[in-house]
């Protein structure tokens, strides 16, 4: 399988140990442990009544006022809760003689402190609580202890018991004593406003250094090279053969490929779209059950029908552009009047007529440069813009009629340089081509279709109509670990993608391409 590499290992692996640890914590910090009942002291005030003429402090003794604090007296404030991840039900606890669950002391011996009243605080809506925490035996208080009966909590419940005590009793005197099936009794400790934030705890600590490692892993397998390795080489000959429009792109993969791909070898031999596509047709035929061949024909469009053996991928959206010799002064041309010199209709520039000409157009023959019959750009062009087909050849050299009785000077070419190379040395000689070749030649220039030009970033929104899909054909699915997948894979996936776009075409893989893409 393609994706076994050592690269993918390590990423699996990697990925795996970091969600294991994870999982791992969260068993060890709630589930492992079971039945978790906790307390902590949330407040531990000394009660001062200096200056004050009634002690100042009110105390709450059963839920009754009772009087003034007297000094030394003590607030403590207890939160008891369930931070396990089990229910604790009333059959969890073992209760002690007097029929109490929980036993709270403050101190012991000749540090031991009384408890002078108490009243528990429950959150609202949670009724049941409440009504644990009034049912006999009650809670109650006997000399320095606070008894507490059995309170049914579910994970993240909680309830709060505000003591009075006699006198100053530390945190750490503060205890909890009981049992619970199962489970356990601890302390947590409660962060105040004076306390520093909180360090990590073991397990934190632990889940973080594990996932730190990962990601650093990972990051790089990722970074090791400057540029992302190929979705998968493989090694042999290939031929990539069709569209001559979409040759320069495919050349310029073929050569990052073999660089990346030690041992592969891959040919770019264009002839047009429709001629690659019968070629590779009739190379499988040729194979007669056989190996499939080592060929991808590219086609500007959908190639010819008749084939059921071939399969169509899309690569990219291509933009097309009509051109012209730089003596003819035309910088946008409606699509009627591109129609009418192909209908012949008009023999001579400075007889064009229609909005957005300048007044000045040269006196020089309208020629026509087209593209052969094998022609995927043509045939694009015949179905997007002229919404016809091309009049019949009439010349060989594009510039003379041999067919006295044609009404407009046109030849046909072999190959999308040829049209270019042609336009730019005949004056008034108008032609089209693929985007990013015709950019870059010297003696001619894009004509924009009913002022509106080809841009790249404008695709999807614009009504620029002289666009079409780049298909790729292969005879049959080509097998997973071979040259011919691994390729089509890079080119229409992998790092070929950059030169696709850097050539002015849109990816059929990116989210924009696979929207204009799947609309055809």
């Given at each position: 399988?393609?994706?076994i590499t050592a690269e993918n290992v390590i990423a699996v692996v990697t990925a795996l140990v970091g969600v294991l640890v994870s999982v791992a914590a969260v068993w060890i910090g709630r589930i492992k442990p079971g039945k978790r009942l906790g307390y902590r002291v949330q407040l531990n005030t000394l009660l001062h009544t200096e200056g004050t003429q009634d002690g100042g402090v009110m105390t709450v003794r059963d839920g009754e006022v009772l009087g003034s604090a007297s000094d ?449």
């Amino acid at each position: 399988m393609e994706w076994i590499t050592a690269e993918n290992v390590i990423a699996v692996v990697t990925a795996l140990v970091g969600v294991l640890v994870s999982v791992a914590a969260v068993w060890i910090g709630r589930i492992k442990p079971g039945k978790r009942l906790g307390y902590r002291v949330q407040l531990n005030t000394l009660l001062h009544t200096e200056g004050t003429q009634d002690g100042g402090v009110m105390t709450v003794r059963d839920g009754e006022v009772l009087g003034s604090a007297s000094d030394g007296a003590t607030l403590v404030l207890l939160r008891v809760e369930n931070d396990g991840g089990v229910d604790i039900t009333h059959g969890d606890y073992a209760l002690d003689t007097s029929g109490h669950a929980l036993r709270f002391t403050f101190g012991e011996g000749s540090s031991a402190v009384d408890v002078l009243g108490v009243v528990a605080t429950v959150p609202r809506g949670w009724d049941s609580l409440r009504d644990d925490l009034k049912h006999e035996p009650k809670l109650r208080r006997a000399g320095n202890a606070l008894l507490v009966p059995r309170v049914a909590l579910a994970p993240g419940q909680y309830f709060k018991l505000l003591v009075q005590l006699a006198g100053p009793a530390t945190d750490a005197a503060i205890e909890a004593h009981g049992t619970i099936t199962d489970g356990r009794i601890l302390r947590n400790r409660s962060t105040t406003p004076d306390d520093e934030s909180g360090r990590f705890s073991p397990v934190a600590r632990t889940v973080t250094v594990v996932l730190t490692a990962c990601v650093v892993a990972l990051a790089a397998i990722i970074v090791r090279e400057q540029t992302p390795p190929p979705i998968g080489c493989a090694r042999g000959s290939l031929t990539v053969t069709g569209s001559t429009a979409f040759a320069p792109v495919v050349r310029e993969v073929a050569k990052a490929y073999e660089k990346d791909c030690a041992g592969a070898t891959v040919t770019v031999d264009a002839d047009g779209s429709t001629a690659g596509v019968r070629a590779l047709a009739a190379a499988g035929a040729a194979a007669d059950g056989k190996d499939a061949p080592a060929v991808i024909a590219l086609s500007d469009g959908h190639g010819p029908a008749g084939y059921p053996r071939l399969r169509e991928h899309m690569v990219a959206v291509s933009l097309f552009t009509v051109v012209a010799h730089d003596a003819v002064p035309v910088e946008s041309l409606t699509l009627e009047q591109i129609r009418s010199l192909y209908r012949g209709d008009v023999a001579r520039w400075n007889r064009l007529e229609g909005p957005g000409l300048p007044a000045d157009l040269p006196d020089l023959p309208v020629l026509l440069v087209s593209r052969d019959a094998n022609s995927g750009t043509r045939e694009v062009f015949q179905r997007r813009v002229l919404g016809r087909n091309e009049p019949a050849n009439s010349s060989r050299d594009c510039s003379t009629v041999d067919d006295k009785e044609a009404k407009v000077v046109r030849c046909e070419l072999d190959s999308t340089d040829q049209v270019l190379a042609t336009v730019a040395r005949l004056p008034g000689a108008l032609g089209y081509a693929e985007l990013g070749a015709g950019s870059t030649t010297e003696g001619l220039h894009g004509i924009a279709l009913d002022g509106r030009g080809p841009v790249l970033d404008e695709l999807g929104s614009s009504p620029y109509p002289y666009r079409e899909i780049e298909y790729a054909y292969t005879w049959g699915d080509p097998p997973t670990d071979s040259l011919t997948a691994s390729f089509l894979a890079y080119l229409a996936r992998g790092r070929g993608q950059d030169v696709v776009r850097a050539r002015g075409h849109l990816p059929c893989a990116t989210p924009k391409g696979l929207r204009i893409c799947g609309e055809g």
